[in-house]
């Protein structure tokens, strides 16, 4: 085991080459107004979801400010905010991580990883530690410890890691989670909060290599699922609150399975309660400031979606190999209805046409000078066209 002076050692050499390297890049953050913000997410190609995009843009222009305040202006951290942690909750394909991974790597340019939470294990167990989550950040923030510190780390499919002794059943299956999940929970308490974290400097199994420590005191975390089963267990409970105590409701009352693109109210997501039925720390869930809904999208916004980011990247790849891309709008709204049908949310939309399209690109794609390919709908389904 490395001597327990190494960690703060090797933080202060980094500290010490990437001090002026930090100042610069917080003096550097853009300051942008949350109205300015949620406005830029559109204009990058994010559609929907208006009031979790006006939490989330209000969530990073506050992590900004804050943290200019406290390395720039000499703030003292008991007279400013804490920071925020946020969960987003929704249905799949609803856009939760694409505005995390729009908003902190393409505007605002934080360091910022997005990880799979379910491939992390209590440590001691196989499976990756889940303090080299930091590492990954680490990684993102060029090794420079002080940039890290300020960064974001989405942990996303996050709704896998609740305990195994949730009884949840799951849309498509009746299963339970991850026994390991329990373990996991408790060990992000601790990061949630703003502790010190002992964190490998490679991702490694070793316990031997260099390791620093890091206070996660302004590190923000955003996580991200899709809790399928999650509106049973609350209707289950409300069910239950409202009979009373021993009492259950007969079969075909209206409390099933429940379907993926299914739409949280506040109410159900506001209580922690909910959260613990479901196989959550009631503890690790209190240090999430907010907990935004996500809706499932419309049909209006997924074919605004299919429009202006599938078909325009389609179009571009086609006419770079020569042919013009036409595509009906009758084919947009079948593609629609089908990816509503799947409850696929936006994650669909390319899926369904990239399908449709295979066996045309596969037969011309440098084969052909150039031409026309078009899609269109005959008999109830999509046709593909080249000439």
């Keep these: 085991m490395p001597r327990e002076t190494e960690p703060m050692e090797n933080l202060k050499k980094y500290r010490k080459s990437g001090l002026e390297q930090f100042i610069k890049f917080v003096r550097e953050l853009p300051v942008i107004p949350p109205r300015t913000i949620f406005h830029k997410l559109e204009e990058h190609g994010y ?3 208006d009031e979790a995009r006006k939490a ?8 900004i400010r804050r943290i200019k305040r406290i390395y720039l202006d000499g703030a003292k ?11 987003l909750i929704g249905p799949t394909g609803c856009g939760k991580t694409h505005l995390v991974e729009l908003l902190f790597q393409n505007i605002l340019r934080l360091p ?7 491939t992390y294990s209590e440590t001691g167990y196989v499976g990756q530690d889940p303090s080299t989550i930091i590492t990954r950040l680490l990684h993102a923030a060029d090794d420079n410890p002080l940039l890290a510190s300020i960064g974001i ?13 949730n009884n949840a059943i799951f849309a498509g299956a009746g299963t339970t989670k991850d026994v390991t999940g329990m373990g996991v929970q408790r060990e992000l308490l601790k990061m949630f909060e703003a502790g ?10 070793s316990t031997y290599g260099d390791h620093i420590v890091m206070s996660t005191a302004d590190i923000a975390f955003i996580a991200a699922g899709a809790f399928s089963g999650f509106q049973q267990v609350a209707r289950r409970r409300g069910a ?3 009979i009373g105590f021993g009492r259950h409701r007969k079969a075909g009352t209206g409390i099933g399975l429940d379907t993926i693109a299914v739409t949280f109210t506040t109410e159900e997501v506001e209580n922690i309660s909910n959260f613990q039925a479901y196989g959550f720390l009631p503890e690790l869930m209190a240090r999430f400031t907010r907990i935004v809904p996500f809706s499932a999208l419309d049909a209006g916004t997924l074919k605004e979606i299919l429009r202006l980011n599938v078909i325009e990247r389609l179009t571009r790849e086609f006419d770079d190999e020569g042919f013009r891309l036409l595509v009906s709008d009758e084919v947009l709204d079948h593609v629609v209805r089908e990816s509503i049908r799947r409850e696929t949310g936006a994650r669909g939309l390319a899926a369904i046409l990239t399908r449709h399209l295979e066996s045309a690109a596969f037969d011309v794609f440098a084969e052909h000078p150039g031409g026309e390919v078009r899609l269109e709908v005959r008999g109830g ?3 593909v066209r080249v000439g």
């Design 77 to 87: 951290r008991d007279q400013i905010l804490p920071k925020s942690n946020f969960l």
């Design 112 to 118: 910022t990883v997005i990880v799979d939470i379910t």
């Design 240 to 242: 239950v609150d409202r």
């Design 381 to 383: 389904e999509i046709e």
């Design 153 to 165: 780390i989405c942990l996303d499919e996050f709704d896998k890691i609740a305990s195994g002794q």
């Design 196 to 205: 010190e974290v002992v964190v490998p400097l490679e991702l490694t199994h």
């Design 47 to 49: 559609r929907g979801q």
């Design 56 to 63: 989330v843009s209000l969530m990073a222009y506050r992590h």
